[in-house]
Every structure is written in structure tokens, then in C-alpha cells.
């Protein structure tokens, strides 16, 4: 199994996802982007309202399973 990198930045106040960037196998490229998109939120004011991770995993499925909190909207279903 090869490891897929993706870049992962998440609203915590409003419990959704922002944005999802896929590097493939390009650790380098997602270490790169990973600390410029640190730089961009570290000084911002409301930087404690998201979560910035670089992970890996074979599959944005694999993810949606091992990170689901990322993937769901914290709306509940009416019914």
C-alpha cells in the first residue's frame, strides 16, 4: 500500500470541513503546503477556531473512515 498525503484545514466553531488538497506522493509539496497554509492562520485572530493537518492514508475513503469528524457535518438530521 502506498501513502497518498492530503492536506486537511477544519472550521472547529462551525464544524465543517474548509478545505482538502490531495499531494499524492508528493511529501515534499504537502510539507510545503502544510506550512504555508500554518503561516497564513497562525496570525489570524480567530486561529483557534481551525485545525490545519497533514495526513496520510491509501484513499480519501480511508480517511473519511479513520478521520470522520472531518467529513461530517455537525448538523443532525431531522429525523
Known sequence: ???????????LRHGKLIDFQPFGHDI??????YAETELEYRDRSDHEDFEIVLVGA????????????YFKSRKKVPF
Do not use: G, P, V
Not at 28 to 33: F, S
Open 1 to 11: 500500500m502506498s501513502i497518498n498525503h492530503f492536506l486537511i484545514i477544519y472550521d
Open 28 to 33: 515534499d509539496r504537502a510539507t510545503e503546503a
Open 58 to 69: 491509501d484513499s480519501r475513503e480511508t480517511l473519511e473512515q479513520t478521520h470522520s469528524r
